[in-house]
């Protein structure tokens, strides 16, 4: 049982390390959520206070206890098709544009969490791959979880979460498990040897995902940066897109005025100049 709650002077410090080593702003109203979801955490490891906690994590060996830190703190919500009409453009504008590139077009899920948004750019690539001759598509799935990452890389999902991608690609795409797996599917073997997952966090200058890209998906996870670093991770992404690529970011997002090299395509949907 911790002593006391998290006091706004550790709040500040935890805060300001995750900012950054992540990115992520916390303000002064998620102090309680920031208790909540370290407190079975720092009760294992056998502190009685947040205090003592916050000195620990603070000093110079304490670099995977950052990462537990915001390992614990990062939200991961994400779905298959999820905000579906960028799928749809996707698949009916983006795919049949760039299948004239020279060599493969590749495609990088920057905010990848468990893989479903990976899984179903896999799907519609496969799709598009039955209507359009000779279409190459590489692609990448990124995270700064490691926890998430092991998941969206075994490609296992109960069955209730593939509600989304219906009865089709379900059984298209997706294999039922038996036995113990009842009740679970993975991600067949065609499906998975279409993507590959690398541990990215957003902060870092240089983003090993195989050169520029065609199409960059980062949907949902700007909403968390202030406006310094978001302005400074659109550029990043900016750079990381060939002439004529598309960023993706969720509906709720804005850039703002910040879009230098960019310009409007669709709704949450940017093409580079």
Not at 53 to 78: K, M, P, R, W
Not at 108 to 130: L, N, P, Q
Not at 253 to 265: C, D, K, N, Q
Request: proline share 4%; net charge positive.
């Amino acid at each position: 049982m911790l002593s006391g709650g998290l006091s706004p002077q550790s709040f500040r410090r935890l805060s300001a390390l995750v900012r950054e080593r992540s990115g992520i702003a916390l303000s002064d109203d998620k102090r309680m959520l920031v208790a909540n979801r370290l407190r079975k955490h720092v009760t294992e490891l056998g502190y009685e206070a947040y205090d003592p906690y916050s000195d620990y994590v603070l000093t110079s060996g304490a670099a995977a206890e950052i990462d537990t830190l915001i390992e614990l703190l990062v939200t991961n919500h994400t779905s298959f098709f999820r905000e579906p009409e960028h799928f749809r453009l996707l698949s009916e504008e983006v795919l049949p544009e760039l299948a004239s590139s020279s060599g493969p077009v590749r495609l990088w899920s920057a905010a990848a969490s468990s893989g479903e948004e990976v899984y179903t750019m896999a799907m519609v690539v496969a799709e598009a791959s039955r209507q359009i001759r000779g279409l190459d598509c590489r692609i990448t799935g990124s995270d700064i979880s490691r926890r998430m990452l092991a998941i969206a890389d075994k490609g296992v999902y109960p069955l209730a979460a593939l509600d989304p991608v219906g009865p089709v690609f379900t059984k298209r795409y997706f294999q039922r498990g038996i036995s113990s797996q009842n009740g679970r599917c993975r991600a067949q073997a065609d499906l998975r040897s279409r993507v590959r997952f690398r541990r990215i966090n957003l902060l870092d200058s240089s983003y090993p995902v195989g050169g520029r890209q065609h199409v960059i998906f980062c949907r949902n996870v700007m909403i968390y940066f202030d406006a310094e670093v978001r302005a400074q991770t659109i550029d990043r992404l900016t750079d990381m897109l060939v002439p004529g690529g598309y960023l993706f970011v969720g509906y709720s997002e804005s850039l703002g005025a910040h879009t230098p090299g960019l310009e409007p395509a669709w709704h949450g949907v940017y093409r580079r100049i």
